[in-house]
């Protein structure tokens, strides 16, 4: 047997063993939530600005959609606004760069989405600020894993 190899089932051995013996121990898992949810509780969120090859032009209000209908699924926020004129008391604003890029040997498309994104309060004060990097087959798909990033940024908090 070669002697990495060796080494390296050591290692998995010793880690094997270590997570049997600590079924006996208690666990916690815990999140604590990127931000102060009792302070910021209900959140409008901007039209995505998007930068780039997209090919859809109301692609914008569907990705605003898609991370409204994220953000109320599993955040800690009470509520979700995308009307402007509706009472909120902090603005989430996303602009997407979408890249596509031809591989010209494999013939495949690739869609590359870098999605930068801030939280504010309506004075203008950064709360939360953030970007993600996603790449896909299709520019829709690189998309909502950014927007999936995004919400998932904002999970409620949780102890168990």
């Not at 102060?36 to 990705?63: C, E, M, N």
Request: charged fraction near 25%.
């Amino acid at each position: 047997m070669n002697g990495r190899f060796t080494m390296r089932l050591g290692r998995v051995a010793t880690a094997l063993a270590a997570l049997m013996l600590s079924g006996c121990l208690p666990l916690t898992l815990s999140h604590e939530g990127a931000i102060d949810f009792s302070r910021h509780r209900v959140v409008y969120i901007q039209p995505v600005a998007t930068v780039g090859d997209l090919l859809d032009t109301g692609y914008s209000t569907g990705l605003q959609a898609y991370l409204a209908d994220e953000l109320r699924t599993n955040s800690g926020f009470v509520g979700i606004t995308l009307d402007p004129r509706g009472t909120y008391d902090c603005v989430l604003s996303v602009e997407l760069f979408i890249e596509s890029d031809y591989d010209y040997d494999d013939r495949e498309e690739e869609w590359d989405v870098e999605a930068e994104w801030t939280l504010r309060t309506l004075d203008g004060e950064t709360i939360d600020v953030g970007s993600v990097h996603e790449d896909a087959a299709d520019e829709g798909a690189a998309a909502e894993e950014a927007m999936d990033a995004i919400a998932n940024r904002y999970l409620a908090p949780y102890r168990f």
